[in-house]
């Protein structure tokens, strides 16, 4: 079934910068765009970035612009997100997704979560 | 920006009831290239992650129980659960995803009363 596994999470200081990984099972990962979304502590869904089933094609949300990287390695199964120069306001959980298609902004399966608190 | 709003913010239904959740979007998410409307729902049981619902406003995700239904077009749109179980306490949020950045209604918290 489809399964997609986020890691790296932790705690890290203000202005500093922290890697989320993303590894996908049970689907032909290269078919298929992705998606990290996530949610601050009791609070609801935010839709963070968007990257094609290629790379070729990436979208952010403005206030993560220029400071948050998506990227994927088809031949690893993995996406990654590289959030620098991190602020308090970025703590949450962070969610990858699948999109249902090649590139599709509909999210159709979602990972359990990284943690991400940002505090010093 | 499509701004996602969502009503009530909470809803507390007895068992077989049927609740009713509204979703109303700042533009139009039908599109002509498909004759579609770019909304879905999702669920999202506590310490879970969401699960997908409906999308295209009214198709029903694989394994979705026929409880749950999707109506509306255009901006207005309506998530339905027709008789309502112990299973369903849950938040639900609307989604837009005719266009970039995908923007999320604020959450409809649905408990048993």
């Known amino acids: 079934q489809v399964q997609l596994v986020e890691s790296g999470g932790g705690v890290v200081q203000p202005g500093k910068s922290l890697r989320l990984s993303c590894g996908a099972s049970?689907?032909?990962?290269?078919?298929?765009?992705v998606h990290w979304v996530r949610q601050a502590p009791g609070k609801g869904l935010e839709w963070v970035t968007f990257?094609?089933?290629?790379?070729?094609?990436?979208h952010y949300k403005d206030s993560v612009k220029g400071r948050f990287t998506i990227s994927r390695d088809n031949s690893k199964k993995a996406v990654y997100l590289q959030m620098s120069s991190l602020r308090p306001e970025d703590t949450a959980v962070y969610f990858c997704?699948?999109?249902?298609?090649?590139?599709?902004?509909?999210?159709?399966?979602w990972g359990q979560g990284a943690f991400v608190t940002v505090s010093s | 920006d499509i701004g996602m709003t969502q009503s009530p913010d909470s809803l507390a239904a007895s068992l077989g009831e049927r609740a009713t959740i509204s979703c109303k979007s700042s533009q139009s998410l039908f599109s002509s290239s498909n004759n579609q409307d770019f909304l879905a729902w999702y669920q999202q049981k506590p310490g879970q992650s969401p699960k997908l619902l409906i999308y295209?406003?009214?198709t029903r995700e694989s394994g979705v129980p026929d409880r749950f239904s999707g109506s509306g077009s255009g901006t207005d749109f309506t998530l339905t659960i027709s008789s309502l179980q112990a299973e369903d306490v849950a938040i639900y949020y609307c989604?837009?995803?005719?266009?970039?950045?995908?923007?999320f209604g604020g959450g409809t918290k649905l408990e048993i009363k």
């Open positions: 989604q837009q995803y005719f266009n970039s950045p995908l923007t």
């Open positions: 990257i094609s089933y290629d790379g070729s094609t990436k």
């Open positions: 295209w406003a009214s």
């Open positions: 049970g689907f032909i990962f290269s078919d298929y765009a």
């Open positions: 997704a699948r999109g249902r298609g090649s590139g599709s902004f509909l999210i159709d399966y």
